[in-house]
């Protein structure tokens, strides 16, 4: 059991169905929302800065910081729907591989965001570049305002991709700004956006993907509990 407070950008995408599946394991499909700010997203691109993390007996956690850059994908089965974690880079090099085996160890990060308010408008400029040893990249660029987040809770199932008889239960308190949604078409307050992907899996998922939701995550706390 951990629990980490935490910043995070979360991009959701729809990606070719058919790549997506070859990293899925038998028994699940994609669980992709026919409506709502998530509509047909089958993979998200999450970007975690967390800030604290605890372990069970509420102190520090190894470095007690970690920067992941992590894929996951809505899924379903027969016992119903979860999400997997699919791939990811930590800076952390002892976090990687994590217990689900899926994390790649940084050879290099880059993360940095920034705000400047003119006339009661904050301005967002974000970055984060994570980069492993075998190539391995995933980076985007972003410039955004920011508006009042809303917030949700709730408990997601993670299965292990390896083994799905294995999962932990996430446990989420946090808010979401949606600065751009090309579904429920809130005021677009995005002013600059890139997406970089490249090595391995990531290429293969992210060639072509499209961004269908831009999410910024200013406050969240996660506590991840191990399946009983």
Do not use: C
């Not at 950008?9 to 070719?16: E, P, S």
């Amino acid at each position: 059991m951990f629990a980490s407070a935490e910043y995070r950008f979360q991009l959701d995408l729809a990606v070719d169905a058919a790549q997506l599946a070859k990293y899925l394991p038998a028994g699940f499909t994609s669980n992709v929302a026919a409506q709502g700010p998530a509509k047909d997203a089958n993979l998200r691109l999450i970007f975690v800065d967390s800030q604290e993390i605890e372990g069970a007996d509420n102190r520090v956690l190894g470095k007690g910081a970690n920067r992941i850059a992590m894929l996951a994908a809505p899924v379903k089965n027969a016992t119903g729907t979860a999400q997997m974690i699919i791939g990811g880079i930590a800076e952390d090099t002892a976090a990687a591989p994590d217990a689900f085996g899926v994390y790649l160890a940084a050879t290099n990060t880059k993360a940095s965001r920034s705000f400047s308010t003119t006339g009661g408008v904050t301005t967002i400029t974000e970055d984060w570049d994570f980069t492993a040893a075998g190539g391995e990249h995933l980076a985007i660029h972003l410039k955004f305002t920011k508006a009042a987040a809303n917030r949700g809770i709730g408990a997601t199932v993670f299965y292990n991709p390896a083994d799905p008889t294995k999962y932990v239960v996430s446990h989420t308190d946090g808010s979401t700004d949606i600065a751009r949604n090309v579904t429920t078409n809130p005021p677009d307050r995005v002013q600059e956006f890139t997406l970089t992907a490249s090595g391995g899996k990531y290429a293969d998922l992210l060639n072509g993907a499209k961004p269908l939701s831009w999410d910024s995550q200013p406050v969240f706390s996660r506590t991840v509990n191990s399946a009983p």
